[in-house]
């Protein structure tokens, strides 16, 4: 009887992962002074914003810390063409190139996704991860796709590149969950719990299978781990603030 709304609330959680950040293949320095001959030069596309390629490399701090570091103003917006120091070191701008070329490609894929063109949503992916194949986004965004369309059986090939990320680890947790294993649904969760800063729809996702599964003490701390957060997603929040309530009903 509970098994149905779970399945649905920990697919639309996995979901909801599509827009969140990822480990990357281009690491940013320790945050330091460089010469320009150490830094690293980038021509600045059109449609390009600090916005978009903080959140391609994965920069702490994100558009505000890329673009002071870069020598601008975050409201201020090189043209086309203008050539910028960006605060990565020389040796990257080939990953670099690799990584905002596929980026362009996931955010053209993003719109088109709106038409509900797939076919051309996964050819544009695939061009993304052709560009760069060790970046999780275009993988675990088609991998999503193929899982829809195609059943669990033909995204694990998609997945090998990333099984150690925990993109891959949400999505093997909802192939498990809904073939009706939930101990390996929660087995891949946890792997993304072991990250520094696992992701609060993992953590939510991880905390509905401990509800399902009778573990109600790990799954209140999980609650309330995320409703102390102001920085999780409120749809996840206020499902986290449902269950927390849900579970001191229980133990009155």
Not at 7 to 27: F, H, K, N, R
Not at 206 to 220: C, D, M, P, S
Request: proline share 6%.
């Amino acid at each position: 009887m509970i098994k149905a709304p779970i399945v649905i609330s920990a697919s639309l959680i996995i979901l909801l992962v599509l827009s969140c950040g990822t480990q990357d293949t281009v690491v940013l320095p320790e945050i330091r002074e460089y010469i320009n001959e150490e830094r690293c030069s980038y021509t600045w596309q059109e449609n390009d914003g600090w916005a978009f390629i903080a959140w391609a490399i994965e920069i702490d701090g994100g558009a505000e810390t890329l673009a002071i570091q870069s020598g601008y103003s975050p409201s201020e917006r090189p043209q086309p063409g203008e050539e910028v120091t960006l605060p990565l070191p020389q040796e990257v701008s080939e990953a670099l190139e690799n990584r905002l070329e596929s980026a362009r490609l996931v955010r053209e894929a993003t719109e088109v996704l709106q038409t509900g063109d797939t076919t051309s949503v996964r050819r544009l992916l695939q061009s993304a991860i052709q560009r760069d194949p060790q970046w999780s986004i275009p993988i675990y965004n088609i991998s999503l796709i193929v899982l829809e369309q195609e059943g669990p059986g033909a995204v694990l090939e998609f997945l090998e590149p990333i099984a150690h990320k925990y993109d891959a680890a949400l999505i093997q947790s909802e192939i498990a969950w809904n073939s009706g294993d939930p101990d390996e649904a929660l087995r891949q969760l946890e792997i993304c719990l072991m990250d520094e800063s696992p992701p609060f729809e993992a953590l939510a996702a991880a905390a509905l299978i401990y509800t399902v599964t009778g573990h109600y003490y790990q799954a209140a701390g999980i609650w309330r781990e995320i409703l102390s957060s102001h920085e999780a997603d409120a749809s996840v929040r206020l499902m986290a603030a449902r269950y927390a309530i849900l579970h001191e009903e229980r133990n009155r």
